[in-house]
Nanobody, 129 residues
Framework: QVQLVESGGGLVQAGGSLRLSCAAS????????MGWFRQAPGKEREVVAG????????YVADSVKARFTISRDNAKNTVYLQMNSLKPEDTAVYYC??????????????????????WGQGTQVTVSS
């Protein structure tokens, strides 16, 4: 069982930056692929970014590419989402997710919600215009 706790959300003006963190419990963090998803009001949850368990591969959705970066620190059991040049349309609840990846390739980055097993409670990001 993995518990995920997101932090770093808040209110920011358009053009600003935020860094989200997701801290995971347990001693096997390096065996999990990690992802960030978001859900805006009235919309379905969508993938934002993902990172393989060895951080050798990453994925960033086209809608945020060149603005958002995902990274992980296995020594700290933490995955990050650096968000720059934020836009009002980035306003959403951001969720961290983990996938047991022991049998995955070192380079595999899951992109679908149903590929992830564990989810955090989410952190609100609000971007004002």
């Amino acid at each position: 069982q993995v518990q995920l706790v997101e932090s770093g959300g808040g209110l920011v003006q358009a053009g600003g930056s935020l860094r989200l963190s997701c801290a995971a419990s347990g001693r096997t963090f390096s065996t999990y692929a990690m992802g960030w998803f978001r859900q805006a009001p009235g919309k379905e949850r969508e993938v934002v970014a993902g990172i393989s368990r060895t951080d050798r591969s990453t994925y960033v959705a086209d809608s945020v590419k060149a603005r958002f970066t995902i990274s992980r620190d296995n020594a700290k059991n933490t995955v990050y989402l650096q968000m720059n040049s934020l836009k009002p349309e980035d306003t959403a609840v951001y969720y961290c997710a983990a996938r047991t990846a022991v049998y995955d390739s070192w380079f595999y980055v899951p992109k679908m919600q149903n590929e992830y097993t564990y989810w955090g409670q989410g952190t609100q990001v609000t971007v004002s215009s």
